[in-house]
C-alpha cells in the first residue's frame, strides 16, 4: 500500500510537471500572439523598415532573410564541424583519454556565454580573416556556437544505433565507409535533421554572437556573403531597447517564433516520411 501511496504521488507530481511546462508555453505563445497578430500583414512581412526613429514604420523583410541566411551558414557550417567529429570519436577513435578530453572541449564549448563568442568572431572572423562584417562572418560563429549542440546529440544517435550491426557488417568484409554511409547514416538521418534543426533554431534566436560580426541596424536583402545584413533577434532587440515600437516589436516576436515552430516541424516530418515508407 506505501508503494502503491509513493508510485502515485510520483505519477502526480509527473502530470503535473507536464501540465505547467504546456501551460507556459501556452501562455508566452498565445501572450505574443494576441499582442502581435494585428501587426501581421503583406505590407509589414515583405515591406522595409521606415520611419524616423528607424523601425517605426515599415516592415521587416530584410530581417526575414538576413536571419534565415546567418542561420543557414549557421548549420552548415556546425554540421561541417560536429557531424565528423561525432563519427571519429563513435567509430574510430578507441582512446578513452581522447575521448574524455574531447568532451571535456566540447561541453566546455557548450558554456562559452554568448557575447564572449561575439568578441572572439569580431577578432578572428573580422579582423584578422578581414571578412568583415558580413553575413559570413555572423553565420561562421553562430555554426560555432551550435556545433557543441549538434555533436553531442548527433554522437548519441550514433551510439544508439546497434553495435552488432556494425560488426556485422565489418566480419563479412564491407568497409567502415561503406557501413557507416548505407548503414548507419540512414537509421540516423531523423535524429541528426532533428540535432541540426535545433541547433538552427538555437542560432536563429542569438544576438549577442552577431551583434559585432553580422547584425548591423538597417541594411538592405543581403545580395552576397560579404554584405552586412539585418537580423530578427537584433532588430527585435533595438525595437525595445530604444523604445522605437512595442507593437512592431510583438510583431517581429511572433513571426521569429513561426519560423523557429516551422524549423523544428523539419525533422518530425522527415521522421513520418520515413515510418510510412
Same mark, same amino acid.
Given at each position: ?25 501556452? /501562455? ?44 543557414? /551558414? ?63 562572418s555572423g553565420g561562421l560563429i553562430l555554426g560555432v556556437m551550435i556545433f557543441p549542440f549538434i555533436e553531442v546529440r548527433v554522437e548519441k544517435s550514433f551510439l544508439e544505433f546497434p553495435p552488432q550491426l556494425v560488426q556485422a557488417s ?33 542560432a536563429m534566436g542569438a544576438t549577442a554572437p552577431i551583434l559585432f560580426t553580422g547584425a548591423v541596424l538597417f541594411a538592405p536583402v543581403p545580395r552576397s556573403l560579404f554584405s552586412p545584413a539585418m537580423a530578427l533577434p537584433n532588430h ?42
Amino acid at each position: 500500500m506505501n508503494r502503491f501511496r509513493r508510485y502515485r504521488g510520483i505519477r502526480i507530481w509527473l502530470f503535473i510537471s507536464i501540465c505547467l511546462t504546456f501551460a507556459s508555453l501556452a /501562455i508566452i505563445l498565445g501572450y505574443i500572439f494576441i499582442h502581435g497578430i494585428n501587426e501581421l500583414s503583406i505590407q509589414f512581412l515583405l515591406g522595409t523598415p521606415q520611419g524616423f526613429p528607424l523601425g517605426i514604420e515599415g516592415g521587416i523583410w530584410p530581417a526575414i532573410m538576413g536571419s534565415l541566411g546567418f542561420t543557414s /551558414i549557421a548549420c552548415l557550417f556546425g554540421s561541417i564541424l560536429a557531424i565528423p567529429t561525432a563519427i571519429w570519436l563513435v567509430f574510430y577513435n578507441k582512446n578513452l583519454c581522447i575521448t574524455s578530453l574531447c568532451h571535456f572541449f566540447i561541453y566546455s564549448m557548450a558554456g562559452v556565454p554568448s557575447i564572449i563568442l561575439g568578441l572572439f568572431g569580431y577578432a578572428f572572423f573580422v579582423v584578422t580573416l578581414k571578412l568583415g562584417v558580413s553575413l559570413l562572418s555572423g553565420g561562421l560563429i553562430l555554426g560555432v556556437m551550435i556545433f557543441p549542440f549538434i555533436e553531442v546529440r548527433v554522437e548519441k544517435s550514433f551510439l544508439e544505433f546497434p553495435p552488432q550491426l556494425v560488426q556485422a557488417s565489418l566480419a563479412l568484409g564491407v568497409t567502415r565507409t561503406w557501413t557507416l554511409f548505407h548503414l548507419v547514416f540512414p537509421a540516423s538521418l531523423g535524429d541528426i535533421a532533428s540535432a541540426i534543426a535545433l541547433g538552427g533554431s538555437f542560432a536563429m534566436g542569438a544576438t549577442a554572437p552577431i551583434l559585432f560580426t553580422g547584425a548591423v541596424l538597417f541594411a538592405p536583402v543581403p545580395r552576397s556573403l560579404f554584405s552586412p545584413a539585418m537580423a530578427l533577434p537584433n532588430h527585435l532587440y533595438i525595437l525595445v531597447g530604444q523604445g522605437i515600437s512595442l507593437s512592431k516589436a510583438y510583431g517581429t516576436a511572433l513571426v521569429l517564433i513561426i519560423i523557429l515552430l516551422a524549423l523544428n516541424s523539419v525533422p518530425i516530418f522527415i521522421r513520418m516520411h520515413r515510418k510510412e515508407g
